[in-house]
Nanobody, 119 residues
Framework: QVQLVESGGGLVQPGGSLRLSCAAS????????MGWYRQAPGKQRELVAI???????NYADSVKGRFTISRDNAKNTVYLQMNGLKPEDTAVYYC?????????????WGQGTQVTVSS
């Protein structure tokens, strides 16, 4: 079992910043990638950003230039620095980790943390 604990969400004004954290623990063989997804009410879940074990990153077009994903491998923790927040960023943000040596990998999810951007 792998557990993911998220923190850092909250209420922020447009243009503000937040940093989300996600710490993984449990039976982890190998973390291939960690990422952040978000889901707003009435909308589908979407990928926000991912970072691979090799350090490669990928971002949704809507957050490029504003969000930065990073990780601390020693702590099995992934971060999402969110700058220049917009109301459309309002959503529940979920951490995801892909674990395994070979495909198919196993996916695990955090509990979700609410991010609200409003004046």
């Amino acid at each position: 079992q792998v557990q993911l604990v998220e923190s850092g969400g909250g209420l922020v004004q447009p243009g503000g910043s937040l940093r989300l954290s996600c710490a993984a623990s449990g039976s982890i063989f190998s973390i291939n990638a960690m990422g952040w997804y978000r889901q707003a009410p009435g909308k589908q879940r979407e990928l926000v950003a991912i970072i691979t074990s090799g350090g490669s990153t990928n971002y949704a077009d809507s957050v490029k230039g504003r969000f930065t994903i990073s990780r601390d491998n020693a702590k099995n923790t992934v971060y999402l620095q969110m700058n220049g927040l917009k109301p459309e960023d309002t959503a529940v943000y979920y951490c995801n980790v892909a674990v395994g040596v070979l495909r198919p990998f196993n996916d695990y999810w955090g509990q979700g943390t609410q991010v609200t951007v409003s004046s």
